[in-house]
């Protein structure tokens, strides 16, 4: 509990931008795989991007692919998720996700980690 926090989320229009931060303790951002997911109304949560533990590998669904990038930065402490050229159905609650580095490539298959932040709005107007 606690060890995720995210902010960023906001209203955007339809092809603009926004950037979510997810602040990690230094614990999990140093060696955990983290990852954002999302959950739209009425539909279910689904995984969105991942980083491994090292930030040297990042994958994205085929949704978002080209339009999102997932980066780390270490003096922070902190994961971004730059989302550019948003659309409206985009407009979901976005969580950060983190778990231990063999929790990567089920992140992938939409199996999120163990540990959640607690979750931030964007919603994307057309």
């Known amino acids: 509990q606690g060890q995720l926090a995210e902010s960023g989320g906001g209203l955007a229009q339809a092809g603009g931008s926004l950037r979510l931060s997810c602040a990690a303790n230094?614990?999990?951002?140093?060696?955990?795989?983290m990852a954002w997911f999302r959950q739209a109304p009425g539909k279910e949560r689904e995984f969105v991007a991942a980083?491994?533990?090292?930030?040297?590998?990042?994958k994205y669904a085929d949704s978002v692919k080209d339009r999102f990038t997932i980066f780390r930065n270490g003096p922070s402490n902190t994961v971004f998720l730059q989302m550019n050229n948003l659309k409206p159905e985009d407009t979901a609650v976005y969580y950060c996700?983190?778990?231990?580095?063999?929790?990567?490539?089920?992140?992938?298959?939409?199996?999120?980690?163990?540990?959640w932040g607690q979750g931030t709005q964007v919603t994307v107007s057309s």
């Open positions: 980083s491994s533990w090292s930030g040297a590998h990042a």
């Open positions: 230094l614990r999990i951002y140093s060696s955990y795989a």
């Open positions: 996700n983190a778990d231990r580095p063999d929790a990567y490539d089920r992140m992938l298959a939409g199996l999120p980690g163990d540990y």
